[in-house]
């Protein structure tokens, strides 16, 4: 398949490759499948990604993918009742709405803290956080960040830098929903039982 | 995530989300990090795409994609030494051209027959490759097809279809180079048993 006459067809199935959750041979059968359904697949595809590219854009304001300077929940007057919601990333905000349970704004920092990769703060949008409690009636800060190392990392400091300043909570941590005890791991299943509630 | 501002981003998320091997979850991380790298990933993808289905098509001969109507298997001098391999799919003509091994060329059927399916050697290429081995000067046809029940089955009818006309050899079957027999099922290992050769 290095012939010249398959060069793009090559060429798209090298960088589908690229894209997270996708290798070489997956990246394969996703390309026959997109030639195979041309009409329905391919060229849909092709349409809406010069779209997105042409308009998607962050929000100046929260970091949010929109296609406006100002995202959708920024500028809506339905949404921001003073909490304001921290997330590592747009995938993690994504999955808040559509949980759909809350009804405040949001802020994306665009990732962790990390001294491996060097990411301090000045990498985060965490200045811009600290710019809307100062501008921003905000009343209550959720910082709903990964419960990882680094996300834990930079929960903290977000804590210390924001400190008395608004009322600061995070997400319970305790068994989901429908899950099963046997399944879990300890630390979960601890911090479960350090929580209880009274029924 | 039901905004107007970013129903382009829900559709593509959508639609990517139809490719095999992606599914909800992969498709908003894969359209997230064509997002952030527009320039590198999002883009040339999509121009990519639009050439390819710009472009591709199959081989009138032997059901390849490329981009004309006899591919550059069919076309080139170099290939065609009276063998024919016999593939299920143009995956399957890509994973032998990898292996670069064979020399000859190809007839792509684009399935296998399935009463299950409805399909019967016309949805195949079945009858293009009887023509074929009419008109062009085939000695030898490999039917190359998934060990299958599927594949075996459509490798008995075309058999029966050529018998004495050509010779008719199958791939060997044994054990993968590097395989360990502990992870091989039952049937493999009696296969390579009854094939066994002597050193």
């Not at 199935?13 to 391919?42: D, E, F, H, N």
């Not at 747009?90 to 559509?98: C, G, I, K, P, Y």
């Not at 990732?111 to 990411?119: E, H, M, Q, V």
């Not at 990964?146 to 008395?164: C, R």
């Amino acid at each position: 398949m290095t012939d010249k006459s398959t060069q793009d067809i090559d060429a798209l199935i090298a960088m589908m490759a690229k894209l997270p959750g996708l290798g070489p041979r997956s990246a394969r059968r996703a390309v026959l499948q997109m030639i195979r359904k041309r009409a329905l697949l391919l060229t849909p595809l092709a349409d809406l990604m010069q779209s997105v590219a042409a308009t998607a854009r962050e929000c100046l304001n929260c970091g949010n993918i929109g296609t406006s300077d100002i995202c959708a929940i920024c500028s809506s007057d339905k949404r921001g009742n003073g909490i304001l919601c921290v997330v590592e990333d747009v995938a993690d905000l994504w999955a808040m709405e559509r949980a759909g349970g809350f009804k405040g704004r949001y802020h994306v920092l665009g990732g962790t803290l990390s001294a491996l990769d060097s990411i301090g703060p000045e990498q985060l949008r965490i200045p811009k956080l600290i710019d809307r409690i100062n501008a921003e009636d905000i009343t209550e800060v959720i910082l709903a960040l990964n419960a990882t190392v680094d996300g834990q990392t930079t929960a903290h400091y977000i804590a210390d830098q924001l400190e008395s300043r608004v009322r600061l909570t995070s997400l319970a941590q305790g068994v989901p929903i429908g899950g099963e005890l046997d399944y879990l791991d300890e630390g979960t299943i601890t911090a479960a039982l350090n929580a209880r509630k009274q029924i």
